[in-house]
């Protein structure tokens, strides 16, 4: 046992509980949200579920809000209830095929192709059946494609067979898929140049992105024999983090969420997107008419007094030697001295908690520890004038 | 239209007026360039002299606004102007302008035909004349204002008619209307932002302060009446803002280039009085109001270089350097504004 985690004994904890980057919901035993988050959240994907339009949720936070904590709570929570297959999108990029790229990098080039092709090649009577089972495993299948000759045969046929099957109706789009499975072979893996349109060997259709990611998501829907497939993008707006957008940037910005927004209504692809207020306000000045698309928009109210007090139980008791309820090694009242911004926040709440344990075992503090250590620890963090 | 109107410096206006008032019989056009120059009152930074058209635009804009008139080739003081007694009341050059002189020559820029005509129009309505800067702060609505400017590749030419390339120009544009409104006043070409933009826009922003703008990060900019003397301290201002709030349960979330808007064309005060009052409430009230980073890239997104600065002003930037968009309040700083407020 390492001295802290002797220090922290000391405290009933067998480890500190609050993650100092406070980002996402790593290493969280439960993942629940308030309760009147959860009952309102439910609400809109009840009705998003029941919706024939598009299954559009804008998630608005600032940072610190909770904005990925939610996003993890709809992919571990909702979606599956919904049978709703989802993949998670941080800061994928403006570009229309930068998605496509993300996503079909999360698949894997090798899984995805062998599922289509088990499907493709799924037999539908006895007979077929028989055969099937003298047919090749996808592995030797695709070492049958020794020459140009073989491969474009194999195109040929990939590509009747997702005519058939109503994947894609266009020839580009199709030929582009069949290739994707049929040069699996040579590459089991996705490059980023695979889906820059016009590139040697690109595996995206020229200006059909929103036909090409169709097909995708009728693809992995059906491989996964899912209901649904949800994006989960998390502050999609930080395409804007480490560089300016240029004019061209920001117009392929406003196009992407357009064209999946075309997608979604078309497909059961489900879109969640986090944003913060003024990425919210700038897509908007930016194509207003693409805003008022996204009809549902869930604004992350600050935490009340007694949601920030669930939080820290929340954290806490996973983490108690002892078991227990409440706020144990904390007093009872030890957040009643927090400022109205600290205790609101659900990133500076357990940044300050993380803190105060810290400070508890560097000044060997006895339990409970009291509000005054937590008001050093916020002063500490978060310096400022004195609280008003 | 008659767009005359160019970037000038009022403060060497007024000098001018009492250049000539100290020669009576009037003074000639080369003479007045001289001692402008020689007394410094038209200079550049450096203190080189100005080229004869930036004297001979002020002196024309001096004739325009009927503050001095030609007498065969001589410049004498308008002195049926009643505001030329306000502006020659003071006897040093090089001063700062005054208030009463800044809204003398508001007076004088209101009344000018051709201002109304290519610009303030857009601010009243149909019919209503100007008379004098009081008077417009309180009836003047916002107006949107966008200067647009794109290349145009001109082909083809009169004397064949095989289409050529001759060269590439910039389409040039000032577009104007009443925020809430739908119908454009579009003036062409390059005078025209020279008018506008670079001297209405700046005289009536930058010099005489009784309208204030407030850049969008779409180009655009939103224009609107304020009072040269601001007639609310920033105590009284923060409780009218406190009023207009808007909370859901204990907190309301506003966005500052928004509110600071919205507060300034309400009160007829600038942006910069009211983003003044959101900083006090930040700094001062630092347990109650919180502030909301946001990225520079996304505030200036699709936005040329030289807007930047231009999209960033809106926002507020926190002692840490960071620029905030929104800010949360608290519903208990409520108790602070009936404590008497934030520091005014």
Redesign the interface.
């Known amino acids: 046992m390492t001295v802290a985690n002797t220090q922290l004994s000391h405290l009933g904890l067998t480890r500190n509980p609050f993650p100092p980057a406070t980002t996402g919901a790593e290493f969280v035993d439960d993942i629940s949200l308030p309760p009147s988050w959860e009952k309102d959240l439910l609400m809109r994907f009840k009705n998003l579920a029941e919706s024939q339009g598009s299954k559009a949720l804008i998630i608005e936070g600032?940072?610190g809000a909770g904005k990925t904590f939610i996003l993890n709570w709809i992919q571990a929570k909702v979606l599956p209830e919904h049978r709703v297959k989802s993949y998670f999108f941080e800061n994928p990029g403006v570009a229309f095929y930068d998605l496509a790229n993300r996503l079909m990098r999360q698949v894997g080039r090798y899984e995805v192709t062998k599922a289509l092709w088990e499907m493709l090649y799924q037999p539908n009577n006895t007979e077929a059946a028989q055969q099937a089972l003298f047919w090749p495993e996808f592995g030797q299948w695709l070492g049958t494609l020794r020459n140009r000759t073989l491969r474009d045969q194999a195109i040929q046929t990939l590509s009747q067979a997702m005519k058939d099957q109503g994947i894609a109706t266009d020839d580009e789009i199709l030929n582009k898929l069949s290739r994707l499975i049929v040069e699996t072979g040579e590459r089991p893996y996705f490059e980023y140049r695979d889906f820059v349109p016009r590139a040697r060997k690109s595996l995206v259709a020229e200006r059909e992105e929103p036909g090409y990611f169709q097909a995708i998501v009728t693809i992995l829907r059906r491989i996964f024999d899912a209901d649904g497939i949800a994006f989960l993008l998390d502050e999609f707006?930080?395409?804007?983090?480490?560089?300016?957008?240029?004019?061209n940037?920001?117009?392929a910005?406003t196009t992407t969420l357009r064209r999946l927004l075309d997608v979604a209504q078309r497909e059961e692809l489900w879109i969640i997107l986090s944003t913060?207020?003024?990425?919210f306000?700038?897509t908007s000045?930016?194509d207003k008419s693409l805003v008022q698309r996204f009809v549902n928009r869930y604004?992350i109210?600050?935490l009340?007094a007694e949601e920030a007090y669930g939080i820290v139980a929340q954290r806490l008791k996973p983490a108690r030697i002892n078991g227990g309820e409440g706020i144990l090694p904390f007093s009872e009242d030890a957040l009643n001295g927090l400022?109205?911004?600290?205790r609101?926040?659900p990133r500076r709440l357990i940044k300050i908690m993380w803190h105060t344990i810290g400070l508890a075992l560097e000044r060997k503090e006895d339990v409970p520890l009291s509000a005054a250590l937590v008001e050093d620890a916020e002063a500490d963090l978060y310096p400022?004038?004195a609280?008003? | 239209m008659n767009l005359w109107m160019r970037w000038l410096n009022f403060r060497a206006l007024r000098d001018l007026l009492l250049l000539v008032d100290k020669h009576p019989p009037g003074l000639r056009a080369n003479e007045i360039e001289t001692l402008a120059t020689e007394e410094g009152v038209l200079l550049r930074r450096d203190g080189r002299p100005y080229a004869q058209s930036t004297h001979y635009h002020h002196r024309r804009t001096l004739v325009r606004l009927d503050l001095l008139e030609k007498q065969g080739r001589r410049f004498v003081l308008n002195y049926q102007n009643p505001e030329i007694g306000i502006l020659t009341a003071t006897t040093k050059l090089g001063e700062e302008l005054q208030v009463p002189e800044k809204e003398a020559f508001a007076n004088a820029v209101l009344r000018n035909k051709d201002c109304y005509d290519v610009f303030f129009r857009n601010f009243l309505q149909p019919q209503e004349a100007a008379c004098d800067a009081t008077s417009f702060v309180e009836r003047a609505r916002p107006v949107e204002v966008v200067i647009q400017s794109r290349g145009v590749e001109r082909r083809g030419d009169h004397d064949s008619d095989r289409e050529h390339y001759v060269g590439r120009n910039r389409w040039k544009q000032v577009a104007i209307r009443p925020v809430g409104t739908t119908k454009w006043s579009l003036l062409n070409g390059v005078d025209a932002i020279q008018a506008i933009h670079f001297g209405l826009r700046s005289w009536c922003v930058d010099q005489l302060g009784f309208l204030d703008i407030m850049y969008?990060?779409?180009g655009t900019y939103t224009a609107y009446p304020k009072h040269i003397v601001p007639r609310m301290t920033d105590r009284e201002l923060a409780v009218e803002m406190f009023a207009a709030l808007d909370f859901?349960?204990?907190?309301a979330?506003i966005?500052i280039p928004d509110c600071a808007l919205t507060t300034g064309i309400k009160q007829h005060v600038s942006v910069d009085q009211a983003k003044g009052v959101l900083m006090s409430w930040l700094?001062?009230?630092?347990?109650?109001?919180?502030g909301?980073?946001?990225?520079?890239?996304?505030?200036?997104?699709?936005?040329?270089d030289s807007q930047?600065a231009l999209a960033l002003k809106s926002y507020l930037r926190s002692p840490s350097g960071a620029y905030l968009?929104?800010l949360?309040i608290?519903r208990?700083l409520s108790e602070?504004m009936q404590n008497g407020g934030p520091r005014s």
Do not use: C
């Open positions: 600032g940072y707006e930080d395409i804007a983090l480490a560089r300016r957008l240029s004019k940037q920001a117009a910005y913060t207020p003024e990425g306000a700038r000045e930016l604004i109210p600050p009340s400022r109205e911004t600290s609101s926040s400022g004038p609280k008003t | 969008r990060p779409n859901a349960g204990d907190w979330t966005r700094t001062d009230h630092f347990g109650l109001v919180a909301l980073p946001t990225r520079v890239g996304f505030i200036t997104a699709g936005l040329p930047h968009s929104h949360r608290h208990m602070h």
